[in-house]
């Protein structure tokens, strides 16, 4: 299907077109475009080439690389999800440095950031006036402190935006029994900002809407987040609810409205402006479009369902459409294994390649990269986050400042580095080719579209490098859209060629720019066996290009070697050489890679006890081949899975002999969203046969997150006998998985 309208068609199509005005518009652009009754696949296809971003969605892509601040009394009880019954003097905030924030953000080269306002526990970190379950009700500051003030203020110092999540779930609300979540309160005409007494707003706008008691409140704190805190560019609205209650609605309409109206320069996020990209693990897609098809118009809707899938914007999910729309995605994860701060012993940070390698593939992959890094206890970002988000920085200042194409030759319009001036592709430039004058070394090039404007058009493109008298391709992918940045084995040439293999109608190109990364020695990885071998390899990405050139001879330093300690201590050029898989029964092992000169990232891996030993005793029940053996053979890909009869499920273990236990990990399989064990309890045996509870544990968020998650026990336990038993499993499901278990000393 894709041949029949491919751009040279449509080329011709245009200069036939009698009113073309040689813009390459065949019709009025717009955000939201409708498709008719008589619309053919054809003409599908033109709408979707005149679908362009708002001028705020357009501003919110320029930001590329965002922050998140996830902070609350999680970061206090160390848990992802709080229960809305935490008493608020649990936020035992002491100190507060929102200037070592926002310095750090700064460094990393980060445009903006969103704060957790109000996570799901219901918890607000401003001064509002329709809550005390906030920071008024504790010690910080003696109950006059203002988290987001002081955030305000620092990023105007540092020239950051500013943005706001604000859960509509409220645990608290739900919870205590004055709450007004799901309340069944009717509807009626509500002004909003209500007024209380003694705390008189500047801003004197009204606004009323028939609404209930929980969208008022809703109401009531938006209107002072975004009329008391300087411009905010963005509204967070997560999609996530630990539970519901009475059935209660959001009525988003009014409070789009509002927003409109006090933060015109605001997208918002969950809704109609920006979409999830669909996991929280940082993973990208291939072809990430922004043009989506909607079977209603998206600018009436209430609700948006999370989009999840790899194909979402395809020609093919097109013809379906009723709307056509334009929702980019934002690549979000966490700089640490979970959105809040937990410690800085066992709470695993990216190393800066992980992130780096995010960076490049979510913001050259037609997304904003909005990364979470979670201040500690005592107010700050941990030295190991300020670390890496610095190094980020000095990672995207040295590889993209300074473009190689600067002073080349070819089509001025894509070589201006100027996103306002681009060229319009058509029947008689099907290629682009680019001179430079003296050969350049290559392993970057960066390609855009002219989106605000002509939509994002490329389907698929290829880059060649004239070499040996001939042109050979260096790489190719799918679309392009706002940025696309494509990574390649290093290449010297004087003359490079860009092909649009397929597009929709003609692509217009703002930008062609070229960089050259600098190669590290590649990350590693660390595996053990079930009977305690430990191999330490480079790497495997899930997405087919190798970020740092592990696939291309010459790239990579001959005599890179890997070194290793298992004291948990950094390794240095003396440590162990690694030149074959060894055995640890125990330990807290870290690997690096060191080419001639060059040092890559620490990767580090607590070592559980062996299993070699280890026996089921007993499991409630599986599903086909998900035995329970799986739950314990080192292989985070294999899983046990109980049968939906029956609760509560559980797995018994023999170790083999007695250890004295002071944490566990429970690992969850990355299938799906089924099994995730939300609440359990573990117990102990003396002889494999009667059982007594042990210790209680929760874990919140794994259907978004399925990472390995570790729970320290209050106490050690000794004991060779221990029993795994689920008592919640996340959305209610019935069967309960695990991927591994893992006991630590
Ligand atoms: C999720 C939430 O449940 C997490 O706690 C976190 O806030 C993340 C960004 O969104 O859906």
Not at 687 to 700: C, I, L, P, Q
Request: charged share 25%; glycine share 6%.
């Amino acid at each position: 299907m894709k041949t029949i309208l491919s751009y040279f068609t449509l080329a011709l199509l245009i200069v036939s077109c009698s009113n073309s005005n040689g813009n390459g518009l065949l019709m009025p652009t717009s955000s939201t475009i409708k498709i008719d009754a008589d619309d053919t696949k054809d003409s599908i296809i033109v709408k979707a080439a005149h679908v362009v971003p708002t001028k705020n969605q357009y501003e919110a892509l320029k930001n590329e690389f965002i922050a998140f601040i996830h902070f609350g009394p999680n970061t206090f009880t160390r848990m992802e999800w709080g229960s809305g019954f935490e008493d608020p003097k649990i936020f035992d905030l002491k100190n507060l440095d929102t200037d070592q924030w926002c310095k750090a953000m700064k460094a990393a080269n980060m445009e903006m950031v969103i704060l957790t306002v109000k996570h799901h526990d219901g918890f607000v970190l401003w001064q509002s006036r329709y809550t005390e379950h906030g920071i008024m009700s504790t010690g910080f500051q003696d109950g006059k402190g203002d988290i987001l003030k002081e955030l305000s203020a620092s990023c105007e110092k540092y020239g950051l935006k500013l943005g706001v999540y604000l859960s509509p779930a409220d645990l608290f609300q739900i919870e205590n029994k004055d709450g007004l979540y799901g309340n069944l309160s009717t509807y009626s005409d509500r002004v909003i900002p209500r007024r209380v007494d003694g705390r008189p707003f500047k801003n004197k706008t009204t606004f009323t809407f028939n609404v209930d008691d929980y969208n008022e409140y809703f109401l009531n704190q938006l209107f002072e987040l975004l009329t008391e805190y300087g411009p905010i560019h963005e509204v967070w609205f997560d999609g996530a609810h630990p539970k519901r209650k009475g059935g209660q609605k959001y009525n988003y309409l009014a409070w789009k409205e509002l927003i409109s109206a006090l933060a015109p320069e605001a997208v918002v996020f969950g809704k109609q402006d920006i979409r999830w990209c669909g996991n929280e693990a940082g993973a990208t897609r291939d072809t990430e479009w922004n043009v989506i098809p909607y079977q209603s118009n998206p600018l009436e809707m209430n609700s948006f369902a999370d989009i999840t899938g790899e194909d979402i914007g395809s020609r093919e999910k097109l013809y379906d459409a009723k709307y056509l729309h334009y929702q980019q995605a934002e690549t979000n994860t966490s700089i640490r294994e979970g959105w809040f701060y937990r410690d800085d012993t066992s709470q695993k940070v990216r190393s800066v390649d992980d992130v780096f390698d995010m960076y490049e593939r979510s913001v050259g992959g037609n997304t904003t990269f909005l990364l979470n890094i979670p201040p500690n206890r005592e107010g700050k970002f941990s030295p190991e986050d300020v670390r890496v988000l610095n190094e980020v920085g000095q990672r995207i200042n040295e590889t993209y400042s300074t473009n190689l194409f600067a002073d080349a030759s070819g089509l001025k319009n894509v070589l201006d580095d100027d996103v306002n001036t681009f060229e319009l592709l058509n029947s008689d430039i099907k290629e682009i080719i680019i001179e430079t004058k003296k050969p350049v070394t290559i392993n970057r090039l960066v390609i855009q579209e002219a989106i605000a404007t002509h939509s994002e058009r490329v389907e698929e493109h290829a880059v060649d490098a004239w070499i040996d008298n001939t042109w050979k391709e260096l790489v190719s992918a799918t679309n392009i859209g706002y940025k696309r940045i494509l990574r390649f084995p290093e290449t010297t040439s004087n003359k490079f060629r860009i092909r649009v293999l397929e597009s929709r109608l003609n692509p217009a190109i703002s930008n062609i720019t070229a960089y050259y990364y600098k190669t590290r020695p590649p990350q590693l990885s660390i595996t053990r066996t079930i009977d305690g071998q430990v191999s330490i390899q480079p790497k495997k990405h899930d997405f087919g290009w190798k970020p740092h050139g592990e696939d291309s001879a010459g790239n990579l330093n001959t005599e890179l070697e890997i070194r290793y300690t298992t004291d948990g201590s950094e390794p240095t050029k003396d440590s162990k050489l690694f030149n074959g898989s060894f055995l640890a029964t125990s330990g807290d092992i870290k690997a690096v890679a060191f080419s001639k000169d060059q040092k890559g990232s620490v990767v580090s891996k607590k070592l559980g006890i062996l299993k070699s030993d280890w026996k089921i005793i007993k499991v409630d029940s599986w599903s086909s081949d998900h035995k329970s053996e799986l739950a314990i053979d080192e292989n985070p890909n294999t899983y046990w899975r109980s049968g939906e009869k029956g609760s509560p499920h559980f797995l018994e273990l023999d170790l083999g002999q007695a250890y004295t236990l002071k944490a566990f990990a429970y690992t969850p399989q990355k299938e799906n969203g089924n099994g995730m064990i939300e609440k359990g309890v573990i117990k102990v045996s003396n002889d494999g046969k009667t059982w007594k509870a042990f210790e209680s544990f929760e874990f919140g968020n794994l259907i978004n997150d399925p990472v390995m998650r570790t729970h320290q026990f209050q106490s050690a336990i000794t004991t060779r006998y221990i029993r795994i038993e689920s008592q919640v499993i996340a959305g209610g499901k019935k069967t309960a998985a695990i991927a591994e278990l893992d006991f630590f000393e």
